[in-house]
């Protein structure tokens, strides 16, 4: 009986827990698009050298992860799923999380070393900020 109580309790605990991240998402997704297409754009401003399209991909890969987050987090608030059906939810969530710092890592090995010294100090705000809120917002998950 302490057992059931025990599960059920923790289910609600975690659908509560994934309800707080698709609260967020939305606001979380748009920020890294912003900052995806800042620094993309630092890095193709006219009047710069010619920057290959592929160092800009990563960039693109980072729009389309949160595109597709953004997709997901309005799924989620149409469907509006019971605390049962909240574990998929949480894993595509997730997912779109691990796929993001991939390519936000992929971003920096293959841009970090083509930018000027002058324009390095941008992208390592940026990336701070956006570790500073993946943190708050990613914290409702994380097992320590």
């Given at each position: 009986?302490?057992?059931t109580?025990?599960?059920?309790?923790?289910?609600?605990?975690r659908?509560?827990?994934?309800?707080?991240?698709?609260?967020?998402?939305?606001?979380?997704?748009?920020?890294?698009?912003?900052a995806?297409?800042l620094?993309?754009?630092?890095?193709?401003?006219?009047g710069?050298d010619?920057?290959?399209?592929?160092?800009?991909s990563?960039?693109?890969?980072?729009?389309?992860?949160?595109?597709?987050?953004?997709?997901l987090?309005r799924?989620f608030?149409?469907?509006a799923p019971?605390?049962?059906?909240?574990?998929?939810?949480?894993?595509?969530?997730?997912?779109?999380?691990?796929l993001?710092?991939?390519?936000?890592?992929?971003?920096?090995m293959?841009?970090?070393?083509?930018?000027?010294s002058?324009l390095?100090?941008?992208?390592?705000?940026?990336v701070?900020?956006?570790?500073a809120?993946?943190?708050?917002?990613?914290?409702?998950?994380?097992?320590?």
């Amino acid at each position: 009986m302490k057992s059931t109580l025990k599960t059920a309790s923790d289910t609600a605990v975690r659908a509560k827990q994934t309800r707080l991240l698709y609260r967020q998402g939305a606001s979380g997704s748009w920020g890294n698009m912003a900052a995806a297409a800042l620094l993309g754009g630092a890095l193709a401003w006219p009047g710069r050298d010619a920057v290959a399209l592929w160092v800009l991909s990563p960039f693109f890969v980072i729009i389309a992860i949160f595109s597709a987050r953004l997709f997901l987090v309005r799924r989620f608030h149409r469907k509006a799923p019971h605390d049962g059906e909240i574990a998929p939810w949480e894993q595509r969530f997730f997912l779109t999380s691990v796929l993001s710092g991939l390519a936000w890592a992929a971003a920096w090995m293959v841009v970090f070393p083509k930018i000027s010294s002058n324009l390095r100090l941008l992208p390592i705000v940026l990336v701070s900020g956006l570790v500073a809120a993946g943190i708050a917002t990613l914290g409702a998950i994380l097992r320590v």
